[in-house]
């Protein structure tokens, strides 16, 4: 994980990411040691649904697929996501409204606050594998910025 502030291009900190409410660990990604505290996080945050997503340059309509998360958006559920395979970068706001950029890998746990506006974009490989989890799937759903907001 490398994180920066985008506007400075100055390096945030773990500690600083969770000031601004933006959770992030670093877990093995052999399912037999990231199940327990993934499980540990969905009891203590109330997340009951898990499933895993990948997306690649084979991935059909990857570019609409992308198209609908570069745009500055929040959902009702936090967003969370554990990186198994591949990269991405999240740019998420923080309480002064400032962007964040993490970019993460395999083996990084982040969760982006429900109702933060945040984007995220594939990197240059196109390929990203991820498991998510949820409180509710329908709390998922991109709501985006007003320009004019
Ligand atoms: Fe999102």
């Excluded at 594939?122 to 799937?137: G, H, N, P, S, Y």
Aim: with cysteine.
């Amino acid at each position: 994980m490398k994180a920066t502030w985008l506007d400075q291009g100055t390096a945030l900190s773990t500690q600083e990411l969770l000031a601004n409410d933006v959770y992030y660990e670093r877990l093995a990604t052999q399912p037999d040691s990231y199940q327990a505290p993934l499980d540990q996080l969905k009891g203590e945050r109330g997340y009951i649904q898990q499933d895993e997503v990948a997306l690649s340059p084979e991935t059909p309509n990857i570019d609409a697929i992308c198209a609908k998360f570069v745009d500055e958006h929040l959902h009702d559920d936090d967003e969370v996501r554990f990186v198994l395979e591949g990269e991405g970068i999240f740019d998420i706001r923080s309480r002064d409204d400032r962007y964040m950029r993490v970019v993460v890998e395999p083996g990084d746990l982040i969760v982006v606050p429900a109702h933060r506006h945040h984007r995220f974009m594939l990197t240059e490989t196109q390929t990203i594998r991820c498991v998510r989890l949820f409180k509710d799937a329908s709390g998922w759903v991109p709501r985006y910025r007003d320009a004019h907001g």
